[in-house]
């Protein structure tokens, strides 16, 4: 990832243990992830345009007084500890929506296999699903192979298949695995985040823990979470 006008933008602040709008983007951002400076305050949460909640990137069900709103320039958030313990040092990375490189969405689940998801205008190298309800999010990388039926989670265990089984022309191909494409008859919403420029090593193998994920992050986009 490369830092850009009104494509990506990393930033800090000081929580102040109530709400606050954090600004200065230079863009309406379409995803943001907030992690804290101090481990005590738990992993990295996310949120996209199309979501309606913010999430962890472990299996749970959302949750209210994190990231509040994305807006015109910048996001707001709640009073959790998850983004905004008075005192505490919390580190973010937003991205813009770039025809061509970046693009957010959302489709329901039907449980249909070989299911292919439109609209991303270029073929990802890069693609992330979090699912609504106690689901946690998943990603392919072009790494792994763009027509590998394997994908990778953000917690310990290894790759499997049945997830988002292929990265294609405009988009992504989805399996039947309720963590990206349930049954439609429970109406559930999934929300897709790609990208069209080669991600971090650093964040193409094997996720191992949640000290990792914040590790991670934290070295693609020149942080230390110290």
């Known amino acids: 990832f490369k830092v850009g006008a009104g494509e990506m933008k990393v930033g800090s602040y000081?929580?102040?243990?109530?709400?606050?709008?954090?600004?200065g983007q230079g863009f309406a951002p379409k995803w943001v992830i907030v992690m804290s400076a101090s481990a005590s305050s738990g992993e990295a949460v996310h949120r996209s345009s199309t979501m309606s909640t913010t999430f962890f990137f472990n299996a749970e069900s959302g949750g209210t007084n994190r990231i509040e709103s994305l807006d015109a320039d910048g996001f707001s958030v709640g009073n959790s500890g998850r983004v905004n313990t008075n005192l505490t040092t919390y580190h973010y990375v937003s991205f813009g929506e770039t025809t061509g490189k970046m693009k957010v969405g959302s489709y329901t689940g039907n449980a249909t296999d070989n299911r292919s998801i439109t609209g991303a205008g270029f073929q990802p190298a890069y693609a992330i699903v979090?699912?609504?309800?106690?689901?946690?999010?998943?990603?392919?990388?072009?790494?792994?192979?763009?027509?590998?039926?394997?994908?990778?989670?953000?917690?310990?265990?290894?790759?499997?298949?049945?997830?988002?089984?292929?990265?294609?022309?405009?988009?992504?191909?989805?399996?039947t695995d309720t963590i990206v494409n349930g049954d439609a008859g429970n109406a559930i919403t999934y929300h897709w985040i790609v990208f069209n420029f080669p991600v971090p090593q650093s964040l193409t193998g094997a996720i191992t823990d949640t000290a990792t994920v914040r590790d991670a992050i934290a070295a693609a986009i020149g942080m230390s979470r110290t």
Do not use: M, Y
């Open 130 to 175: 979090r699912g609504e309800g106690l689901r946690e999010t998943v990603h392919k990388p072009a790494s792994t192979g763009a027509t590998t039926d394997t994908t990778l989670f953000f917690r310990t265990d290894v790759n499997k298949t049945n997830k988002i089984q292929a990265l294609e022309a405009d988009g992504f191909q989805v399996g």
């Open 14 to 23: 000081t929580g102040n243990g109530t709400s606050q709008s954090v600004t």
